[in-house]
């Protein structure tokens, strides 16, 4: 079984600073992982993705994240937060090895981003 | 290419009536997810389809709920008898590998009064 943990439910930061979005994960399997953005009353849009190949991954809107497999995280950063980057953000494992993501993906409680003028 | 389409996307029904959750995946996508999410929760996955098969519905609540993928047409999420501790966002999700990344439609929400 899988589990994601997300530790901040809340991220306040002023607009034009750095932020970083924390996640963790445990698995006891090789596993996808991925970086969700909900707007209010929207769907999922997915923001990056780490398969494979190059543990620092980019993703849409300016994000970036990094997979560290010994820390078991994969946490989302941008340098840059504007107003409109305000969201819900949902951190998801998927088991690698379970021959079609049958258990689907298991998702972290999410971090709210919410940017100060 | 069209996303994922679901309908409605607004669903209110009084409690011990029916609710009928409809996805449409995208174009050349046969595997089909299911996902509910509560208010100030994450997602929590339901039910795995593809075409005319259930493949895993591990997260489905054994009574009241299921779940079809047919052949032809959208996949179908149904919950008889609904409670007030139903209603939620139901998410769909679609995926053309069932391995990997996973489209999300908008969700319906369903409100049960």
């Known amino acids: 079984a899988q589990s994601v943990t997300q530790l901040d439910s809340q991220v306040p930061v002023f607009e034009e600073a750095p932020v970083e979005l924390r996640c963790n994960y445990s698995s006891s399997v090789s596993v996808y992982l991925f970086w969700y953005v909900q707007y209010p009353n929207q769907g999922l849009q997915l923001l990056l993705k780490y398969l494979s190949g190059s543990t620092l991954v980019k993703g849409i809107n300016g994000f970036e994240a990094e997979f560290n497999k010994s820390q078991t995280s994969f946490h989302l950063r941008k340098p840059s937060v504007h107003i409109s980057d305000t969201a819900e953000y949902f951190c998801a494992v998927s088991d690698m090895y379970s021959g079609g993501g049958a258990d689907g993906l298991t998702f972290g409680k999410g971090t709210h981003l919410i940017i100060q003028p | 290419n069209a996303g994922v389409m679901q309908n409605p996307r607004h669903l209110v029904r009084r409690r011990g009536q029916e609710a009928r959750l409809r996805c449409s995946p995208m174009?050349?996508?046969?595997?089909v997810y299911w996902y509910r999410q509560l208010p100030e929760e994450g997602l929590k996955f339901m039910v795995y389809?593809?075409?005319?098969?259930?493949?895993?519905e591990s997260g489905m609540p054994k009574e009241r709920f299921s779940a079809e993928f047919p052949k032809e047409g959208p996949s179908i999420l149904r919950i008889q008898q609904v409670v007030r501790g139903d209603s939620a966002a139901y998410f769909c999700?679609?995926?053309?590998?069932?391995?990997?990344?996973?489209?999300f439609g908008p969700g319906t929400r369903l409100t049960v009064l």
């Open positions: 174009k050349g996508h046969s595997h």
């Open positions: 389809l593809q075409k005319e098969n259930i493949i895993d």
């Open positions: 999700a679609s995926s053309p590998t069932g391995r990997g990344e996973q489209f």
